[in-house]
């Protein structure tokens, strides 16, 4: 059931329960497992576009974290049959091993459709309660993202080495855990670079200790504007150490300097988002998800800050990428680390490297 009252009936797999959150759309045809496992859907639900969901499986290499991490899954078609030489489990097991309640046989495209015409909206997925009074009482008390810090839930609680034993490495990257994907740290592995993961709320004085060539903000869920410590400390941090953000790690760096994030109608969720390279006219194919945009208009309103939009997407023309010359920072909305394209944006990271190098370089 939708906050408006819209209600979808189905079958049940993974876990019986009851569970609410924000209901997205994602429209990528594979990869269900790194949506499932993506610190980034924290408190989502998300309706997967393509009609046949689990065809292959579940195995142990396909995460981008720990856990599964978002609130439920809604599918077409759930295929229990699976079939993949990489296959460890099914679907369902894999959802009822973390408590996560899903919904089948439904028309995802009147969903998605509905979705995109009025917007994302909160939703409720039971298969305790049918009352339609008691379901649309549970959502009315439901809090939404807007305003809240859902960071705090997904990020880690202390400082950890991603790859300590990386021979010949060169350059030292201090990784802000906002709910980071670990495909972002293999990258940055990629690249020669030796990764300490910090948690979000990680002072200046701490990081700036450790000496690193460079800092990443990592991607994460919920709205930005509500993660104020980051934003105080992001402020106090650039222009001191190359800064790479993605995601909200993007966002999060133009709150910093003063502008201003607004929530997306129905937001960019799934693997196919065409986004434009203003510096060299290619179009990349992306990975997208995101509920909130970094506002234009707010930019043009910095004083005394030189910065240029880098990409564009080309469905709606929102901002894809800002760069801050002047503060050795630079910022992507989409995720260089997936491979829609396979490979389109994985030049983002030596663009990073280059930073840093450039960087020491000047201080030497």
Same mark, same amino acid.
């Given at each position: 059931m939708l906050e408006d009252g819209t209600v979808f009936k189905g079958k049940s797999f993974g876990s019986e329960g009851e569970i609410t959150g924000e209901v997205v759309f994602n429209t990528s045809m594979t990869g269900y497992q790194e949506i499932?496992?993506?610190? +980034?859907?924290?408190? $989502?639900?998300?309706?997967?576009?393509?009609p046949q969901i689990g065809n292959y499986g579940v195995n142990d290499k396909d995460v981008e974290s720990n856990k599964i991490q978002l609130s439920g899954i809604i599918v077409k078609e759930y295929i229990d049959y699976y079939s993949s030489w990489r296959a460890k489990n099914s679907l369902d097991a894999?959802?009822?091993?973390?408590?996560?309640?899903?919904?089948?046989?439904?028309?995802?495209?009147? =969903?998605?459709?509905h979705i995109r015409v009025s917007g994302a909206m909160n939703g409720i997925i039971s298969t305790e309660n049918s009352n339609l009074n008691y =379901?649309?009482?549970?959502?009315?008390?439901? @809090? #939404? =993202?807007?305003?809240?810090?859902?960071?705090?839930?997904? +990020?880690?609680?202390?400082?950890y080495y991603y790859n300590n034993?990386?021979?010949? !490495?060169?350059?030292?990257?201090?990784?802000?855990d906002y709910g980071i994907k670990l495909n972002i740290l293999r990258c940055l592995n990629d690249e020669g670079c030796r990764i300490k993961v910090f948690p979000a709320d990680t002072g200046i004085d701490r990081i700036l200790s450790e000496n690193p060539d460079g800092v990443l =903000? +990592?991607? #994460? @869920? #919920?709205?930005?504007?509500a993660v104020k410590y980051a934003i105080k400390n992001i402020s106090e941090l650039l222009g001191k150490k190359p800064v790479f953000g993605i995601c909200l790690g993007h966002q999060l760096i133009a709150l910093s300097l003063g502008a201003e994030t607004y929530k997306l109608k129905f937001g960019h969720h799934g693997g196919n988002h065409p986004v434009k390279n203003l510096e060299t006219g290619q179009v990349?194919?992306?990975?997208?998800? !995101?509920g909130f945009n970094v506002d234009e208009k707010s930019l043009k309103k910095l004083k005394n800050i030189r910065y240029k939009v880098t990409h564009l997407n080309l469905n709606d023309q929102t901002i894809e990428g800002i760069e801050y010359e002047d503060l050795n920072a630079f910022s992507? $909305?989409? !995720?260089?680390?997936? #491979?829609?394209? @396979? !490979?389109?944006?994985?030049?983002?990271?030596?663009?990073?490297?280059?930073m840093m190098e450039k960087f020491k370089t000047k201080i030497q």
């Open positions: 499932l496992t993506d610190p +980034s859907y924290h408190e $989502q639900i998300v309706a997967m576009t393509y894999y959802l009822k091993r973390y408590n996560i309640t899903a919904i089948s046989d439904i028309d995802t495209r009147e =969903l998605t459709r =379901l649309q009482e549970k959502l009315d008390n439901y @809090p #939404g =993202l807007i305003g809240r810090d859902l960071v705090k839930n997904v +990020s880690c609680t202390k400082p034993k990386i021979k010949n !490495h060169k350059y030292y990257v201090i990784a802000l =903000l +990592s991607n #994460g @869920p #919920g709205d930005p504007a990349e194919i992306t990975t997208q998800n !995101h992507v $909305q989409h !995720h260089p680390e997936a #491979g829609p394209g @396979p !490979h389109d944006a994985r030049y983002i990271f030596r663009k990073f490297t280059n």
